[in-house]
């Protein structure tokens, strides 16, 4: 069945890249044989779920929407994967996205561009916008989706849908092809905040495989969503509702507020200085780190290589130019700069240096306050070609949930109104490794 909706609205919506309708089949045999034979059943048992395209699966294609990764099957699954498999979620297929998750509008994938199942003139967001469309056109029960700077929050918000960011070193990274390794995170895309905390129940947890993993216990996600917001202090920052948001917008959230004010919480405007320097302070870091975790494509151990190179330079410069797209080479050649010697200390360690001052930020607030709430972005979904011309503008999209990223704490965006027939989406932020009170709230508001 879930295939069928698949057939019946992909051509339009163009949210996966890769179905895998043999091997689903398969695994929903091996799963009913082990119930016959008197297995239990997993905690996602049966659900039909798509994965982003940068997380490896094993046989099935994983191309990160990629040139240069079009031919490519890894030999082995994503940890977040493996974990999806063990709770007996079936895995249909692969979704497209920004290629390399760079983006924001999944314009830059190198296949095809996801539209909006609300309106199919706009952009469902991105990176991770065929996670967010499958979900919002019921092409999937749930998704993964990975976040470097509002990559599930700003699609799941475009989209209508709810999408958790967890803290930084919560789920495994292992198997995902890394972008910014200091700020990628894997988490769920979900149509309501409990199956949110059921997927998280799945993922999260240490792994060995990933030394950024975070050793923590992982506490009881579903049983926290009590309903009960009384006495919640609630922090909002003026910086998010006030210039460069759409007003609309910023009235959705207030009607919210007032929702969660009669559940019995309190909230009061706060300051985030240091908001207005984290967009640049991003792309410099995350561009950075890109430059250097994309050497290793280079004709040799991964994907395309070039025809008939004169020699080994050559392989390199023609696979590379070959096979990434222009906003992967902007921001090779971004990263490329701020790392080099005579540059760095002026971009990348200033950068570093802002990003320790955006951290702070929040632990100041943090430190009064149990949850952070603000739009997930600035503007609902915009119209297909509006911006693909402007990078300037489309990375301020990422506004407010760059800040976030970079203080590695976690994010939910769930659904709160609509401006002109278009999703909005509120952004509920907490304390590091406390999706429990984020997933509480968001719960007791949706
Ligand atoms: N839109 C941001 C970027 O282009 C965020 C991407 C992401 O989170 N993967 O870098």
Known sequence: QAFQTINERDEQIQAYLTLDEEGALRQAKAMDERLSSGGERGLLFGLPVGVKDNMVTEGLRTTCASQFLRNYDPIYDATAVEKLRTADSVIVGKLNMDEFAMGGSNENSSFKPVRNPWNLDYVPGGSSGGSAAAVAAGEAYFTLGSDTGGSIRQPASYC?????KPTYGL???YGLVAFASSLDQIGPITKNVEDSAYVMQAIAGYDAKDSTSAKVDIPDYISSLTGDVKGLKIAVPSEYIGEGVDPAIKDAIMSSLQVLEGLGAEWEEVSLPYTEYAVATYYILASSEASSNLARFDGVRYGVRADKPANLLELYHR???EGFGPEVKRRIMLGTYALSSGYYDAYYLKAQKVRTLIKQDFDNVFAKYDVIIG?????????LGSQVDDPLTMYLNDILTIPVSL?????IS????????MPVGMQIIGKAFDEQTVLRVAHAFE
């Open 160 to 164: 209508g849908v709810v999408g958790l």
């Open 407 to 411: 203080a590695g704490v976690p994010a």
């Open 319 to 321: 696979s590379r130019s």
């Open 375 to 383: 739009p997930a972005a600035p503007t609902t979904a915009f119209k």
């Open 414 to 421: 769930v659904p709160c109104g609509f401006v002109e027939g």
């Open 171 to 173: 789920v495994s990274r």
